[in-house]
T-cell receptor, first 112, second 114 residues
Framework: ETGVTQSPTHLIKTRGQQVTLRCSSQSGHNTVSWYQQALGQGPQFIFQYYREEENGRGNFPPRFSGLQFPNYSSELNVNALELDDSALYLC???????????FGPGTRLTVL | AQSVTQLDSQVPVFEEAPVELRCNYSSSVSVYLFWYVQYPNQGLQLLLKYLSGSTLVKGINGFEAEFNKSQTSFHLRKPSVHISDTAEYFCAVSLNPGYQKVTFGTGTKLQVIP
């Protein structure tokens, strides 16, 4: 059974650029959630996708957007990057209706 | 809206000593509670969860937690820590397991001293 994987591991961008982060969910999981973890903070919920539709969103601006594909993998897109977007971005997969989420190792994004 | 407070940002403890990491939550409705562990440069791993039933919950790696509704607390305990327990621990709350938005606390860094 393959766990949750994320790519890339690290990424450096400059202000104003756009970035795409990728997540492959654990086998059989149909729900993907994205979290932002700033340095020294707990993860903050960005949004969740279920059956290729956004199924809940946290307090993040529209320049944070996502996709879920038929194979349940997912992308997080961030436009017009700001310095404060520097963080560890975590993806978590789960089976709809179940309460345990499985986290990937994260993508460390640095915005200069 | 729900919130989670972890009162201690860092907890140093000697190896083989007991430890308690404190967590308090706030919610106007029933909640589900979780503890996650994060090792350096890794994602989060679920230690244990409380959904319903017995208020004493046992998890992996010898950890346990007790749900106290009257005190709105969910403190994590281990009777004897090991060096390998050095990590950051996050308490988290969810209102509905079907809609799985999870609200995390700010974390407690457990430093086990040899």
């Amino acid at each position: 059974e393959t766990g949750v994987t994320q790519s890339p591991t690290h990424l450096i961008k400059t202000r104003g650029q756009q970035v795409t982060l990728r997540c492959s969910s654990q086998s059989g999981h149909n729900t993907v959630s994205w979290y932002q973890q700033a340095l020294g903070q707990g993860p903050q919920f960005i949004f969740q996708y279920y059956r290729e539709e956004e199924n809940g969103r946290g307090n993040f601006p529209p320049r944070f957007s996502g996709l879920q594909f038929p194979n349940y993998s997912s992308e997080l897109n961030v436009n017009a990057l700001e310095l404060d977007d520097s963080a560890l971005y975590l993806c978590a997969s789960s089976l709809a209706g179940m309460n345990e989420q499985f986290f990937g190792p994260g993508t460390r994004l640095t915005v200069l | 809206a729900q919130s989670v407070t972890q009162l201690d940002s860092q907890v140093p403890v000697f190896e083989e000593a007991p430890v308690e990491l404190r967590c308090n939550y706030s919610s106007s409705v029933s909640v589900y509670l979780f503890w996650y562990v994060q090792y350096p440069n890794q994602g989060l791993q679920l230690l244990l969860k409380y959904l319903s039933g017995s208020t004493l919950v046992k998890g992996i790696n010898g950890f346990e937690a007790e749900f106290n509704k009257s005190q709105t607390s969910f403190h994590l305990r281990k009777p004897s820590v090991h060096i390998s327990d050095t990590a950051e621990y996050f308490c988290a709350v969810s209102l509905n397991p079907g809609y799985q938005k999870v609200t995390f606390g700010t974390g407690t860094k457990l430093q086990v001293i040899p």
